[in-house]
C-alpha cells in the first residue's frame, strides 16, 4: 500500500546509562532531504542516521531531532596544590585587612577555576551509534505506520476519482457516436433547404459525415484513459514508492482530457469533460503528498 510523504514518529529508550529520544517529522518534498538535529557531542553518529533514514524514506523533507541524557560515570579531581595556593591567598589577604575572623571553606575554594576536574570515561562511538540508531529504527516505525494509514487514506480518495474519470470516460464513449448521427442529419437538412428542389447526393452526405466522424474520433483518448486509470489502480496497491510515476501518469491523463475536449464540439461531451479534468486536478493534488 501507499504512504503518504507526512507523518511523525516518536521513541524514547534508555540504553547503557543513556536516557535517548528520537523524533522524526516529515513534510512534502520532491526529494529526499533529511536534516539531525542532535548535541553536537554525538555529531559522529549524524551519518548513520542519516543512511537509516534513506533505508526507511524515499522521499520527503525529514527532520530527525536527538535528545540525549547520560547518567554515566564521571570522576571529580581535586588539584591539591592550586586549592593551597588560593588559601594562601586567601589568608594573606585576610591579613591585609587587619584582625578580622576570617576562615578559608571548601566551598569557597570549590568557585575558583580548575580546582575541581570533572572527567568522564571515553564512549565507545560504534556502542553509542548503534544505540542512537536502534532508537531511531523504533521512531521510523512509528513514523512509517502513521504514514500508512495517511496513505491508506489517500489511495481510498484517488480510487474514488479514478472511478469517477472511468464514469466520464464512459459517457464520452456513449455520446461521441450520438454527435455523428446528429451531424449527419444537421447537414442533410441544411442542404436541402438550400438547395430545395434539387436532389441531395446521399453519398455526398456520407463523405462528409465520415470525414467529421475522423475529425472527432476519440477512441484512442478513450482506450488511453482507460488504461492510464488501470495502471494506477495498479500503483495504489503497490509497496514501493510511487508517488512520481504517478504524477507522470497523471498528466497524460490530463493531456487525454485535454485532447478530447479539444476534438469534441459537443456541449454535452464539453461539460463531461469539465468534471473529468476537475477529477484529474483533486487527484493530481493528493499525489503530490505520496511518497
Known sequence: MIKSMTGYGRARETRDGRDITVEVRAVNNRYLDCTVKMPRVYIFAEDAMK??????????????????EAAGAAQVTVNRELAGQYAAALNELAEVCGPVAYRVTPDLLARFPDVLTVTKADDDLEAVTADLCAVLDQA???????????????????????TSIETYTGQVEARSPETVAEYRAKLNARMQEVLQSVSVDPQRILMEAAIYADKIAVDEETVRLRSHVAQLRTMLESSEPMGRKMDFLIQEVNRESNTIGSKCNDVSIAQVVVNLKAEVEKMREQVQNIE
Do not use: H
Not at 543512511?51 to 540525549?68: H, I, M
Not at 521510523?140 to 479514478?162: P, Q, S, T, W
Open 51 to 68: 543512511k537509516r533514514v534513506q533505508q526507511a524514506v524515499s522521499r520527503g523533507k525529514v527532520d530527525v531531532f536527538v535528545s540525549v
Open 140 to 162: 521510523l516505525e512509528a513514523f512509517n505506520a502513521m504514514r500508512a494509514v495517511e496513505g491508506e487514506k489517500l489511495a481510498e480518495d484517488i480510487g474514488g476519482r479514478l
